[in-house]
């Protein structure tokens, strides 16, 4: 399968923990994006990496929240001191050069108990 | 912020009728892009809409922007149970945004037999 690939595909922790989900890419795309998504809404922007550089988080994105894109390929996102208003699906998405389609990831379920 | 509003919030048809829902953004988008999200998976790409009035269709799906550039529509014709899912419309801000999309709330569409 040559799409984007999210681990773990659910992950429950208690309040306080430190999580990281880990964004596997299409190779050749060198755009990865986070989104938050809970139920009934629309995914969330939360932050993008063009390559290794991260360009742009939202507001949304606290402290607690931090990202990396370490050799331009892989992903990883970390929670530190997860909150119960943390639990959301999250999703990692890739693009490739100037195309318009984000190629999404089935998602990380985070359920904080 | 950018907002995307997006109506009805859900919709529930007999096979074979048709489905509309409409998207409005705060402010002007450089394009609007349209997923689908079947239950308990992820968006995936149907279409995007760069130019101001655009008109496109696939198949049964026929998507429109509008020449403001600040609202779209998709109308599916003849539903069949294989359109069940979430439609969401996506807006990206023109400028430095990276591609960074702005989802709607989507709307979810049931297709009775």
């Known amino acids: 399968d040559t799409g984007v690939s999210q681990n773990p595909r659910h992950k429950i922790t208690k309040r306080g923990q430190n999580v990281t989900f880990r964004c596997d890419p299409i190779?050749?795309?060198?755009?990865l994006y986070w989104y938050r998504q809970t139920l009934g809404q629309g995914p969330e922007f939360l932050t993008y990496f063009q390559n290794e550089a991260q360009l742009e988080k939202s507001r949304l994105l606290s402290d607690r929240f931090s990202a990396e894109r370490p050799k331009g390929s892989f992903s990883t996102l970390e929670i530190q001191r997860t909150e119960q208003g943390d639990s959301a699906m999250y999703l990692c998405?890739?693009?490739?050069?100037?195309?318009?389609?984000?190629?999404f990831g089935p998602g990380t379920r985070l359920t904080v108990t | 912020g950018q907002q995307v509003m997006q109506i009805p919030q859900y919709q529930h048809v007999q096979e074979g009728e048709d489905f509309t829902t409409y998207c409005n953004s705060s402010t002007t988008l450089s394009n609007i892009q349209w997923y689908k999200q079947r239950p308990g998976g992820h968006p995936v790409f149907l279409i995007q809409l760069v130019k101001s009035g655009e008109v496109k269709k696939q198949k049964r799906l026929t998507f429109q922007f509008g020449e403001a550039k600040k609202n779209s529509s998709l109308h599916i014709t003849a539903t069949q149970t294989t359109d069940v899912g979430t439609y969401f419309c996506?807006?990206?801000?023109?400028?430095?945004?990276?591609?960074?999309?702005?989802f709607g709330q989507g709307t979810i569409l049931t297709v009775h037999p």
């Open positions: 998405a890739s693009r490739r050069g100037q195309s318009y389609e984000q190629y």
């Open positions: 996506a807006g990206e801000a023109g400028g430095t945004s990276y591609g960074k999309l702005t």
């Open positions: 190779s050749e795309h060198n755009r």
